[in-house]
């Protein structure tokens, strides 16, 4: 347990029924907060709450639509108590901060006693509240690569409901524009779209090397439909959350495109 915002519940449920419970705030390994990394990277430790996450310099300098990202998990009060590791191993399909770590290209440092190792964060989420996590491991820490200079991102979290709400859908996506005015690199991923954070490669790839226009980013767009399966809900029927896919997937591009030009 990191800080027990998910597995309380789901004991109280009855949904894991554990033998034991370890508890992981003192252990050395997982603190650390966030911290740029030589290379211009940025390095969060497991135990960083988002709060923490949210507010710390390292992670504004680093992507200011990270910090905003931590910033639009649920209240004040459970951001206090939630980890950014605890978010990401817990693996709801509807958090908001694996599609941003997936379009920044994050990765997991994860430890057992065999060793560590590195899972890419598209390759994390394999099912239904379900990670790559192998039992005897814990996560360190989510490792983000430098960004290339001109890199925007943005997320965009469509709350029909109320503000401290989990997604109805949402969408991360990272664009960078080459001195040739063509998308040179595009990374877009999709969070409550499906039973795992979605990353949207047949969008990538229909803009990857263009140019960009209205008209493109709106034909790349629909192909987000073909790449989401969600789920119906309280939140909306999987048809209405697949055309909000569409919807916000256009609009989190055509602001990049804005900003970009
Ligand atoms: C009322 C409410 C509203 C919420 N709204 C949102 C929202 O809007 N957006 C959003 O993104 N999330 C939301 N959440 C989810 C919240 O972000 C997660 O519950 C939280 O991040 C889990 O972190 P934790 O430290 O509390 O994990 P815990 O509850 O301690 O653990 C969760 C799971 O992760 C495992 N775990 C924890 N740390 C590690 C580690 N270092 N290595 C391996 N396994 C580990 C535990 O064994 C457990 O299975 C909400 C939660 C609540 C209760």
Redesign the pocket.
Known sequence: ?????????LLQQGLVQPGHVVG?RDVAE?QGGARRLDHGGLQIG??TT?REAERASAVADYCPALADTFS???TVR?RN???V???L??A?P????PPMLIALGGSARVASSSGTRTIPLDEFFVDYFETA?RPG???LSADLPALAAGTRVTYKKFLPRTQ???ATVSVAAALRVGDDGRCAEIRVALGAAATTPVRARHVEDALRGQVLSPEAIKEAAALVRDEVDPLDDLRGSAGYKREMARVWTQRALQELWDGAT
Request: aromatic share 2%; no cysteine.
């Open positions: 347990m990191a800080g027990g915002t998910a597995l309380v519940l992981l997982l497991a135990l988002h639009r998990v649920a459970i108590q939630a980890t590791g605890g978010n191993a817990h709801d509807a958090q908001d901060p996590l491991e814990v996560l401290d709400d989990y």
